[in-house]
């Protein structure tokens, strides 16, 4: 699988480890999706409540439904988890975090990519204008404070080795 086949909630979410552990953090975010949407044959989109709080609290039930007992985290390094989301969706169709200056995003057969946190970056992410999927006037990011895990540590210290010094060696499964 690779980084570049993870689904951008994996990485903004926990991380990158290992193929094994994307797959769980994927099958978890599916599950509690489908939760949330509750019964599909009666979902309507235009009930969604698309309030900034209400997005948000969706946000924080997904990212602490997806991270279990066993997701470790690093005490010192705060990040912001943000969820784009568009008028009726249930869960983001994007997401990334920010650590620091830059924020970090994947999509898909993309590697891990960093850019600088602008005001106008963390809105409106350089993935985000390069796909036409994305229409600046029907998505709203909405962003939760967290801790960073230590799968997302690794995987910034390997992608970007002089900005995240430290022991770069990684479990593979």
């Known amino acids: ?85 568009r008028d009726g ?14 924020l970090y995003e994947t999509g898909p057969n993309d590697p891990l990519v960093d850019a600088p946190a602008s005001k106008s970056n963390l809105e409106f992410t350089p993935f985000e204008r390069n796909s036409s999927s994305f229409d600046k006037s029907k998505c709203r990011a909405v962003k939760m404070d967290a801790k960073m895990s230590c799968n997302q540590l690794a995987l910034l210290r390997e992608t970007f080795p002089d900005r995240f010094p430290g022991d770069r060696k990684r479990k593979r499964d």
């Open 1 to 85: 699988m690779g980084v570049r086949d993870c689904a951008c909630y994996v990485i903004a979410i926990d991380g990158f480890i290992s193929d094994a552990r994307a797959k769980a953090i994927q099958q978890r975010f599916e599950a509690k999706a489908l939760m949330m949407m509750g019964d599909l044959a009666s979902f309507r989109a235009e009930s969604v409540d698309n309030s900034t709080v209400s997005r948000e609290g969706r946000l924080k039930v997904i990212v602490t439904a997806v991270r279990d007992k066993d997701t470790k985290v690093v005490d010192d390094y705060n990040i912001e988890i943000y969820g784009v989301f």
């Open 89 to 102: 969706q249930v869960t983001p169709e994007h997401m990334y975090f920010r650590y620091g200056e830059y």
